[in-house]
């Protein structure tokens, strides 16, 4: 299946939301972006190999993680809920949780979701989008617009803490991923008590290190039923090592200096040694056929290594059974710029 692509790779528009979306040039420029092996993005289906190792954890330790993110239903203390925008075909709004912190070290805080309201009748889908730093982006609710016309609901999970924090002590890492799947977690229970929203069809999306969060917590909670994921990866500790991407390069060389890390190497380890969950450790849990990934080529940003780290993760080789896979030509930017198309492709993917 070939998804078309434009014949000049970059279009006037493109470059207008590259520099809207303030790429780093000296980290990955644009023409590394644009060096495809041939135009055009295809659905590949892998032939099973038996040989193709295991990267995630066997589904007995998968479990034993799982408690690391329970919460009790009295964390919500409050909820808040106002109309932002009004459109021809969704209403946007801001529902704000008041949360007691189910890790128990932060108190009370707040966090926000942005809901995209179908107006159609009946129970519709619903997408959780996961942003991947703080905030929100052009992207997310471009994204979310676009599976409104697709016959979604969508709800944005703004981040309570950003992942670029560079005075966030390398062990404390872990927590924001926890609380992010958490806040994920306590969406669904609101939703399910919304007349728009059908409970048994709710999956999740997004781009990059929202990738990473979409897919961890596909594999932490079963009322997802399916989830899309572009230019994501796993193994954590190695795309923080190993990434070209200069806001999670601040974060690294600030952490390198402050906790007294001398090289790449030693933060690499460091991480390992600390990390206590990673979405390559919950594959085992999901079926593979659930889940779609666009993999990049040639990304500096999440390396390519790492996007097939995550794809091997929810694989069962050995019973032919994969996820399924758009390999893109481009690396992370274009990538992630042409999700429209690649929504398209997960509206259809979802509705299976």
Not at 170 to 188: H, P, V, W, Y
Not at 189 to 201: G, I
Not at 273 to 302: K, Q
Request: with cysteine.
């Amino acid at each position: 299946m070939k998804i078309k692509m434009p014949a000049c790779a970059v279009s006037v528009m493109t470059l207008i939301l590259l520099s809207c979306s303030n790429p780093p040039l000296r980290a990955q420029s644009a023409l590394e972006q644009l060096i495809p092996l041939s135009l055009g993005a295809q659905l590949a289906v892998p032939l099973p190999s038996a040989a193709m190792a295991a990267a995630g954890l066997p589904e007995e330790e998968a479990r034993k993680k799982l408690p690391l993110f329970d919460y009790l239903k009295t964390d919500v203390l409050s909820i808040k809920t106002t109309t932002l925008a009004v459109h021809k075909e969704y209403t946007i709004e801001t529902i704000e949780l008041l949360i007691n912190d189910p890790l128990r070290q932060l108190g009370e805080f707040r966090q926000k979701y942005l809901f995209y309201r179908a107006k159609r009748s009946g129970p519709r889908p619903t997408v959780l989008v996961f942003p991947p730093f703080s905030g929100t982006t052009f992207i997310d609710d471009w994204g979310s617009a676009h599976f409104i016309k697709k016959g979604y609901n969508t709800v944005v999970i703004v981040p309570s803490e950003s992942v670029t924090d560079e005075t966030r002590p390398l062990e404390k890492g872990d927590d924001l991923f926890i609380r992010n799947i958490i806040a994920g977690r306590m969406c669904i229970d609101l939703l399910e008590t919304f007349p728009e929203v059908d409970k048994e069809k709710v999956f999740a999306y997004d781009i990059s290190m929202g990738g990473i969060s979409a897919t961890l917590a596909f594999g932490v909670e079963p009322r997802i039923k399916k989830a899309a994921e572009i230019v994501g990866g796993g193994d954590i500790p190695g795309i923080m090592a190993d990434t070209d991407y200069y806001k999670l390069k601040n974060v690294r060389d600030a952490r390198m200096k402050i906790e007294g890390i001398a090289n790449l190497s030693d933060f690499r380890a460091r991480l390992k040694e600390i990390a206590a969950v990673d979405p390559l450790d919950f594959g085992s849990l999901r079926n593979p056929e659930d889940i779609i990934m666009v993999m990049g080529h040639g990304d500096t940003f999440v390396p390519d290594i790492y996007q097939k780290k995550l794809y091997d993760a929810f694989s069962r080789p050995l019973e032919g059974r994969f996820p399924a896979l758009i390999r893109s030509n481009f690396g992370h930017v274009i990538t992630t710029l042409e999700f429209k198309q690649h929504i398209d492709r997960f509206a259809e993917f979802f509705a299976l």
